[in-house]
């Protein structure tokens, strides 16, 4: 029972290979996420496709078990968004502030993406469980644009990035978070590709990567951080905070 409440239920023990795409998707993200600190964009906008990659399939995985309980299918909805938050609610904002989307405007843009990406999941969450509650099956119709069409867009973007400027390809940046994140909570249906549109655009954004990964020019510093390490920095901080406090003598007299 202990073992169960750690990993959240009994429930997740069994259910877990329907959602084991949606974990390997979270997994790469983490990746390219220390990536893009790193500065290494182009294997970070790597693994955003790749991670949009596992979560186009993720569905289908998990829909391969026949006999999932109310439980099990509200459980796979609500791992499915949490992880689509990270991976592209926060990893593609992330991106785009390492890149140089920064400032007041920079900020609002990111914020507004982020809030938007955060409102469509929940929006999502609350239709797919009502609609599992009355029929089965896939859904056929997106209600807005689905949050992970940026592991789509922002390689693309890169690839135009190859003929632009840098101040050019920032302000598409600035201009791309808006208009996804609007897209995101505009309610409007969408109908979900069928497998022969899937392979189009799995071939268009590897193709997309391919061409970032060799020929992309975009040279950003890299961030940097105190060469000391993690454990002296931590005991010089509390060495200096101890002595830097007032004592109760101190607070006394005062």
């Keep these: 029972e202990i ?52 979560d186009m399939f993720d569905g289908k995985i998990a829909r391969s078990k026949k006999n999932r309980t109310d439980r099990e299918k509200m459980f796979g909805v609500q791992i499915d968004s949490l992880c689509d938050c990270v991976c592209f609610g926060v990893f593609p904002a992330m991106i785009c502030y390492l890149m140089g989307v920064r400032g007041a405007l920079g900020w609002f843009c990111i914020g507004y993406y982020t809030i938007c990406g955060v409102i469509r999941l929940a929006f999502f969450n609350v239709l797919e469980i009502e609609r599992q509650q009355n029929e089965d099956g896939a859904n056929h119709y997106y209600h807005g644009l689905p949050i992970t069409t940026v592991a789509i867009v922002l390689p693309l973007i890169f690839v135009v990035q190859m003929v632009l400027n840098n101040t050019t390809f920032l302000v598409l940046l600035h201009v791309m978070l808006l208009t996804v994140g609007t897209l995101f909570v505009v309610d409007f249906k969408l109908r979900k590709p069928g497998n022969l549109v899937l392979t189009g655009i799995v071939v268009v954004v590897a193709i997309a990567v391919l061409l ?21 920095w931590i005991t010089e901080y509390f060495i200096c905070l101890l002595y830097t406090s007032p004592s109760p003598r101190d607070m006394r007299r005062s």
């Design 3 to 54: 073992c169960a409440c750690l990993v959240g239920s009994e429930m997740c023990i069994r259910d877990s290979y329907t959602v084991v795409l949606t974990y390997i998707s979270l997994v790469i993200t983490l990746v390219g996420i220390s990536l893009a600190i790193e500065g290494s964009f182009r294997s970070a906008v790597f693994c955003l496709a790749l991670s949009g990659l596992c």
């Design 212 to 232: 970032v990964i060799f020929n992309s020019k975009m040279m950003v510093p890299k961030m940097h951080f105190p060469r000391t390490s993690f454990w002296k």
